[in-house]
């Protein structure tokens, strides 16, 4: 059984940052990726970054690249994500995932708001 478990989320005006976290538990032997996703509304979920655990290998969505980081302490089985110069459009339900030898696994999200 693995366990995963994201916080961080809330309201921000425009232009504003929010670090997220995900924390992974249970019986994990190798997590090879893990990484953020998010979905707004009546949208399909989609890619947000990824970082393997070798390497620290990133991937990030061109519309976060150069705003958001991904971050990761293996020795914690955790992943941050860094979000600065938010926009409305970044508002959605960010989901974390972790990739193991037996599969993904994800958590139940975190809302993220970017209002004035």
């Known amino acids: 059984q693995v366990h995963v478990v994201e916080s961080g989320g809330g309201l921000v005006q425009p232009g504003g940052s929010l670090r997220l976290s995900c924390v992974a538990s249970?019986?994990?032997?190798?997590?090879?990726?893990m990484g953020w996703y998010r979905q707004a509304p009546g949208k399909q979920r989609d890619l947000v970054a990824t970082?393997?655990?070798?390497?620290?290998?990133?991937n990030y969505a061109d519309s976060v690249n150069g705003r958001f980081t991904i971050s990761r302490d293996n020795a914690k089985s955790t992943v941050h994500l860094q979000m600065n110069s938010l926009k409305p459009e970044d508002t959605a339900l960010y989901y974390c995932?972790?990739?193991?030898?037996?599969?993904?696994?994800w958590g139940q999200g975190t809302q993220v708001t970017v209002s004035s």
């Open positions: 995932i972790v990739r193991i030898t037996n599969g993904d696994y």
């Open positions: 249970g019986t994990i032997f190798n997590i090879y990726v």
């Open positions: 970082i393997t655990s070798s390497r620290d290998r990133t």
